[in-house]
């Protein structure tokens, strides 16, 4: 495997369960990141992980918990999520800071019933 | 003001056109500036980074106007495969931050 892959690809969830998105890369990147794309809204971005600690948390619900074990994985587990969650969930990378070039995975499109 | 301000098109151009596609920011601070593509439900990917003195990469250039916080992205000779939505991309904190500011993008189509 090359690149940031990422599973499930599509995931539906009634808004009591619980899942977990897993986001792995494998370009030797020490920071990894997990952006939210809604229709017709710019990507927001969720966390970020630089040598797996947390450096940024952009205001978002505790309904979204992230992990990272190490610098190669990264996870954000869901639980009692609203409809308007509903989003395409993308994980990235990047060696370095925000002003390198970051690679993308092909993202988990989830549906919040 | 939002962040990162793109028009949204779209663009319909025929191939072999020039088309432009403009982005103005709101933090004067903002130190790094990028232009990503995604095509059609596909992840983003970088297309160019844009310089102060502006740069070119084949058919695209970038030119970047911090006085008016503008930046733009130039196509010529569209082809079919260029058609993508174009996203304009800010870092706001410089170097070290770990942020980028995304505007919601501009999408082209290139028709034969």
């Known amino acids: 495997e090359t690149g940031v892959t990422q599973t499930p690809r599509h995931l539906v969830m009634g808004m009591t369960n619980k899942k977990s998105l897993k986001c792995e890369q494998h370009?030797?990147?020490?920071?990894m990141y997990w952006y939210k794309q809604s229709a017709k809204k710019p990507l927001e971005l969720m966390f970020v992980y630089n040598f797996k600690e947390q450096t940024e948390n952009n205001s978002v619900p505790s309904r979204f918990s992230p992990e990272c074990p190490n610098s190669s994985h990264l996870f954000l587990h869901l639980h009692t999520l609203q409809p308007e969650d509903s989003a395409l969930y993308l994980c990235?990378?990047?060696?370095?800071?925000?002003?390198?070039?970051?690679?993308f995975g092909p993202g988990t499109r989830l549906t919040v019933t | 003001r939002k962040e990162v301000e793109q028009d949204p098109g779209p663009f319909n151009v025929p191939e072999g056109a020039t088309v432009a596609f403009n982005c103005t920011y709101s933090n004067s601070a903002s130190q790094s500036f990028f232009w990503y593509r995604q095509d059609c439900r596909k992840e983003p990917k970088l297309l160019m980074s844009?310089?102060?003195s502006g740069n070119e990469d084949g058919r695209f250039t970038a030119q970047l106007n911090r006085a008016s916080q503008y930046i733009s992205l130039l196509i010529r000779d569209s082809k079919l495969s260029d058609s993508a939505t174009y996203l304009c991309v800010v870092n706001p904190s410089g170097a070290g931050s770990y942020q980028l500011t995304f505007g919601k993008g501009t999408k082209l189509s290139v028709i034969p």
């Open positions: 844009v310089y102060s």
């Open positions: 370009l030797g990147h020490n920071a």
């Open positions: 990235a990378s990047s060696q370095g800071a925000g002003d390198n070039e970051q690679y």
